[in-house]
T-cell receptor, first 114, second 114 residues
Framework: EPEVTQTPSHQVTQMGQEVILRCVPISNHLYFYWYRQILGQKVEFLVSFYNNEISEKSEIFDDQFSVERPDGSNFTLKIRSTKLEDSAMYFC????????????FGPGTRLTVL | QKEVEQDPGPLSVPEGAIVSLNCTYSNSAFQYFMWYRQYSRKGPELLMYTYSSGNKEDGRFTAQVDKSSKYISLFIRDSQPSDSATYLCAMSANSGGSNYKLTFGKGTLLTVNP
């Protein structure tokens, strides 16, 4: 069964460093998302991406964040200068099209900012 | 008022019990309703997906949506220890474009005791 994959599973970084989180969505899906979950809190929407551009972004997704689909399979989230409060689980999700909104999530990347 | 409210539990039941999980919401634009299961430190796994009001059944799981009351439920029949997880409700509006961000509840931690 196709699934969303994410790498790395755990990333430890120093405050102020740049990190790139990688995702491979399900191959025939066209809509891509990033969410994050701070420990003990809700899963929160960060950004949606369709047709090689951002469709919507949340207040959390400020200028420190960017997304890219560098090739036909990968979808990345970059945080330019990490802060302590960026420590969270980051989930990538994808959905097939806009008619059905069944979003399938990857296993997540745990980001720890020291 | 929070957009999506979900009792975090914890909820502990004996094996074989019927489990009822619920969420309320305030945004009348929500039309797509989902239930996800999340094991500790893993990604959310899509369990049930419903559009608008009504019931949907899949094996031991039944999802109900009552849009007039802004209330959704997930019932688990003949609960098993393997059902022990956090259950997240999620919902989205049809904004007419490619914006289908999910808004999550905080999740209910369920333990099914053998």
């Amino acid at each position: 069964e196709p699934e969303v994959t994410q790498t790395p599973s755990h990333q430890v970084t120093q405050m102020g460093q740049e990190v790139i989180l990688r995702c491979v969505p399900i191959s025939n899906h066209l809509y891509f998302y990033w969410y994050r979950q701070i420990l003990g809190q809700k899963v929160e929407f960060l950004v949606s991406f369709y047709n090689n551009e951002i469709s919507e972004k949340s207040e959390i997704f400020d200028d420190q964040f960017s997304v890219e689909r560098p090739d036909g399979s990968n979808f990345t989230l970059k945080i330019r200068s990490t802060k302590l409060e960026d420590s969270a689980m980051y989930f990538c999700a994808s959905s097939r099209d806009g008619s059905y909104n069944e979003q399938f999530f990857g296993p997540g990347t745990r980001l720890t900012v020291l | 008022q929070k957009e999506v409210e979900q009792d975090p539990g914890p909820l502990s039941v004996p094996e074989g019990a019927i489990v009822s999980l619920n969420c309320t919401y305030s945004n009348s634009a929500f039309q797509y309703f989902m239930w996800y299961r999340q094991y500790s430190r893993k990604g959310p796994e899509l369990l049930m997906y419903t559009y608008s009001s009504g019931n949907k059944e899949d094996g031991r799981f039944t999802a109900q949506v009552d849009k007039s009351s802004k209330y959704i439920s997930l019932f688990i029949r003949d609960s098993q220890p393997s059902d022990s997880a956090t259950y997240l409700c999620a919902m989205s509006a049809n904004s007419g474009g490619s914006n289908y961000k999910l808004t999550f509840g905080k999740g209910t931690l369920l333990t099914v005791n053998p």
